[in-house]
Nanobody, 122 residues
Framework: QVQLVESGGGLVQAGGSLRLSCATSGRPLTNYAMGWFRQAPGKEREFVAAITWSGDTTRYADSVKGRFTISRDNAKNTMYLQMSILKFEDTAVYYC???????????????WGQGTQVTVSS
């Protein structure tokens, strides 16, 4: 079984930066794409960013494009989400996920972390 554990969430001021990490363990995720999703209160889970296993291709939601950077270090079994120029609307629980297909649909991902809260103050 695979374990995905997010960390790095917290409180940050608008305009600030924060880096989330997603550590994986257990079943190897070779050739698996990984992604970040977020869910704000009263809203559906939404796509944030995705990255292929090799890390050579990424995709971002329009709302975060240019501000967030997804990356992964397979040697460390860790994926990252570098968030900058944070906005109040970025406030949400952020989840990391892994799946066999690269894409923006949550249906593509079968393994999920527990989530980490990101709160952006105005």
């Amino acid at each position: 079984q695979v374990q995905l554990v997010e960390s790095g969430g917290g409180l940050v001021q608008a305009g600030g930066s924060l880096r989330l990490s997603c550590a994986t363990s257990g079943r190897p995720l070779t050739n698996y794409a990984m992604g970040w999703f977020r869910q704000a209160p009263g809203k559906e889970r939404e796509f944030v960013a995705a990255i292929t296993w090799s890390g050579d291709t990424t995709r971002y939601a329009d709302s975060v494009k240019g501000r967030f950077t997804i990356s992964r270090d397979n040697a460390k079994n860790t994926m990252y989400l570098q968030m900058s120029i944070l906005k109040f609307e970025d406030t949400a629980v952020y989840y990391c996920a892994a799946g066999p297909l690269f894409g923006s649909s949550s249906a593509f991902y079968g393994d999920w972390g527990q989530g980490t809260q990101v709160t952006v103050s105005s």
